[in-house]
């Protein structure tokens, strides 16, 4: 299949369809990087050069030969200790108090099927669908070993990587630095291309040179953050969406985490991806195994369209779960714009009513419905239905609003606790906060304890009694705030709680779809600041950001489609003027934006005109319409909306068969210019036929030239053109 080991130059190679990458065994047992690239056979280590390079530090084995150095090859798996002074993946302190290791070769083994890894998220893979190959590294002195372990899914030319650190020494060690993925490219003039933002702005696309030094990205914030996504590409400088060769890393986890770029002193570069080594000490008894969170690797030689292309269908198909994996989800109504904290039973009721007559599938419960939560400063933790304010049981709610026809859904955020809850008073130590400190406090709340398993299962257990009181089929599962402080009052060393912490919640998750497979889990953490791989394993949808204003949208829904596929993308037609902007766009504007994406609404139908509620219900179906094309099909990013003055996007069939050509323009100006919208993945030589106007087209013609974009007078109109090939 993918993974072939050549015995006389000792290399590994693994193939994907469209992709090659090559590793090589040196004679002293050092893990090498050949290649990484377009698809090719034969041994590419001709590529290795060396000379004696000044200050560069030579092995013992080497002997006298001051032409080899780690401090120039490129490595698999590069430490502390070896004489390479670039950014390890690896990095540790021995029980004698030294620093590094020296890991060398020690065997290897292929097999069918993908790893997994125990107590983490990682793509998943039939036997048929992918193979794993482990290579097991160890240092000679201390024992410690390392099993590297690659998953090859040849379809969508995806690899990936992660490692286990076990330690085999008498006493104890600690981890300090632990990544799982690198590339190390002998040359090449690169853009990095990564993802900042900020809450309610996520996001935002940016393209720097790599020129020497090191380029850093991250999260300090025990989540993967607004501020920076943990996914990164590195391209080629004439690199397009088109053409082109780039090299994408996702990181499949949700805490912190750290993405380098480092050119060295030769032009050398090396990329890298893993956990935040910040308040990162990691303790290791003897037999002790650490699992290094696994990245996501791929590699387009067509551009950054098909790169995207290759996250997409394999975070679709092979790391979300469940009934709802590829299936069209329900369109959702959110009480939360519609009335925040004030409301009863009989709202939501009515609100449900509303629903079923616009045809909306579910009725979503916000915030606001347990404890004495009437605003955003106490009751989290207590998980208990407030029956006063519901003025009923919730069963008895949810009940009447399933015999309307209509689904139903509920907020959570289980992982915090406010200091005016009963779950607080009585268990105060179970938030983290440093002993003798005044705790930080954001939304005025503080984190519990999630890596301890006492604080897991109680919470879990509060879970369970809410959602056995009725059917209840969607989950919101909310974060609101960042981890300013880390400490837990049972850890042995503070250093390992972040990441136990994950452990923890991804314990949580797993059991909670155990036990309600049907459920529909929405993860959020005020939007996108935990819109990562690692969630999606859990919860195939993701609120993409508390800012719905459709505008805004455009861009934060552009800069995602890089690493995330639609399907992920929670995004809702909102209430105008809009609630985080101020701005007004046309209910067609703001529902073409949200159809790229699993589409709802947050907004009061009630104070929607007669003929607002008519183009609702039109809305609804044609998203139906296209659910699956939008859903399943390949996304086309059509132009940039950080550059150019309209925000273009297509959804088109992988035979290329029917597209949706969906249009916003982003400016206007006196005496306009005409923009043309080029498509892509039409099929070479056939017609497309516009299912509302009736032109024909041909297919060059589109894709070479494109379609005008009419010339009208108003700000943020929208378009969407869906075109079927003439058979």
């Known amino acids: ?14 193939h994907t369809h469209n992709t090659t990458y090559q590793m090589q065994i040196d004679a002293y047992g050092f893990l090498l ?10 041994v590419m280590d001709y590529l290795l050069t060396y000379a004696d390079r000044g200050f560069s530090g030579n092995p013992q084995d080497a002997g006298n030969d001051r032409t080899y150095s780690l401090d120039v090859l490129p490595q698999e798996f590069p430490c502390r200790l070896t004489g390479d002074f670039r950014s390890p993946v690896l990095d540790l302190v021995n029980a004698d108090g030294s620093f590094g290791c020296d890991l060398r070769y020690q065997g290897y083994e292929i097999c069918d099927g993908k790893y997994n890894l125990k107590g983490l998220p990682a793509v998943y893979a039939a036997e048929e669908e992918a193979q794993t190959l482990i290579i097991y590294m160890k240092d000679q002195v201390t024992g410690l070993q390392v099993e590297l372990l690659y998953g090859v899914l040849p379809e969508y030319d995806v690899i990936t990587r992660s490692a286990k650190v076990i330690n085999t020494e008498e006493d104890k060690i600690r981890l300090t630095k632990a990544q799982a993925a690198c ?3 002998v040359h090449g003039e690169f853009d990095i291309i990564s993802f900042y933002g900020r809450h309610a702005m996520e996001r935002n696309m940016q393209r720097t040179p790599a020129g020497h030094g090191a380029f850093v990205i991250g999260s300090r914030r025990g989540t993967s953050s607004h501020q920076y996504n943990p996914m990164m590409i590195l391209a080629e400088k004439e690199t397009t969406e088109d053409a082109g060769t780039c090299y994408g890393m996702s990181f499949v986890y949700s805490g912190g985490f750290k993405a380098e770029v480092e050119k060295d002193q030769f032009g050398q570069t090396r990329m890298q991806m893993g956990l935040q080594e910040e308040q990162f000490s990691y303790p290791l008894e003897k037999g002790e195994e650490f699992v290094i969170p696994e990245v996501m690797l791929t590699c387009s030689s067509q551009g950054l369209g098909k790169l995207s292309q290759n996250l997409q269908r394999c975070i679709r198909k092979n790391l979300c779960r469940g009934k709802y994996k590829e299936k069209v989800r329900p369109v959702l109504i959110n009480s939360w714009e519609a009335c925040y904290f004030d409301f009863t039973g009989e709202d939501i009721y009515h609100l449900a009513e509303q629903a079923k007559d ?9 915030d606001g ?8 400063n106490s009751g989290l933790g207590d998980w208990k239905v407030n029956e006063e304010k519901l003025q009923g049981s919730l069963g008895d709610l949810i009940s009447r609003i399933n015999a309307l026809g209509v689904k139903f859904g509920l907020w959570f955020e289980p992982e915090m606790v406010n200091e005016d809850s009963d779950f607080y008073r009585e268990h105060p130590d179970w938030a983290i906060q440093i002993p003798g400190r005044k705790p930080v406090k954001g939304r005025n709340q503080l984190i519990l304890d999630f890596s301890r398993k006492e604080v897991v299962d109680a919470v879990y257990e509060q879970m369970c009694q809410v959602l056995d009181q009725g059917n209840i089929e969607y989950v919101k599962w909310d974060m609101n705030r960042s981890m300013a402080e880390v400490y837990s009052r049972t850890a042995e060393e503070q250093g390992s709680v972040q990441y136990d912490y994950m452990l923890g919640l991804y314990d949580f998750l797993e059991r909670i779809i155990s036990r309600y497979p049907d459920l529909l889990i929405e993860g959020c953490s005020g939007g996108g600041g935990r819109f990562d791989a690692g969630m999606l394993y859990y919860t195939p949808q993701i609120w993409c950001s508390d800012n719905t204003d459709a505008v805004d949208r455009v861009r934060i829904q552009y800069g995602t489609s890089f690493g995330y596929p639609i399907s992920a993308v929670g995004s809702h037609v909102s209430a105008v003027p809009n609630h985080q ?6 209910l067609h504007t703001r529902g073409v ?9 947050e907004l009061d139908p009630a104070k929607m005109t007669d003929e607002e509620c008519g183009e609702i219900r039109e809305q609804i179906v044609e998203y139906k319409k296209y659910a699956q094309l939008v859903q399943n099909g390949l996304y086309y990013r059509l132009s940039n909306p950080f550059a150019e003055e309209i925000g273009a996007w297509e959804f088109a069939s992988e035979d290329g068969k029917e597209v949706l050509v969906n249009v916003v323009m982003l400016e206007i100006h006196g005496n306009m210019t005409v923009n043309y919208v080029k498509l892509k993945g039409l099929c070479a030589g056939q017609f497309y036929k516009d299912s509302r106007t009736g032109k024909i087209y041909p297919a060059e013609a589109l894709m070479e030239v494109g379609i005008p974009m009419p010339l009208e007078f108003g700000e943020y109109k929208a378009y969407q053109i869906y075109l079927e090939m003439v058979e």
Do not use: P, Q
């Open 593 to 601: 934006c949200a159809m790229a994406g699993t589409f709802g609404y």
């Open 358 to 366: 616009l045809g909306i599938d579910m009725v979503v419960l916000d």
């Open 369 to 376: 419905w347990f404890g004495s939560r009437n605003d955003d």
């Open 581 to 586: 902007t101020g701005r007004k766009t046309s």
């Open 183 to 185: 590339i190390d490219f």
């Open 1 to 14: 299949m993918g993974i072939i080991y050549n015995e006389k130059a000792r290399t590994f190679t693994l």
């Open 33 to 42: 990087h050949l290649y990484y690239g377009r698809k090719t056979d034969g």
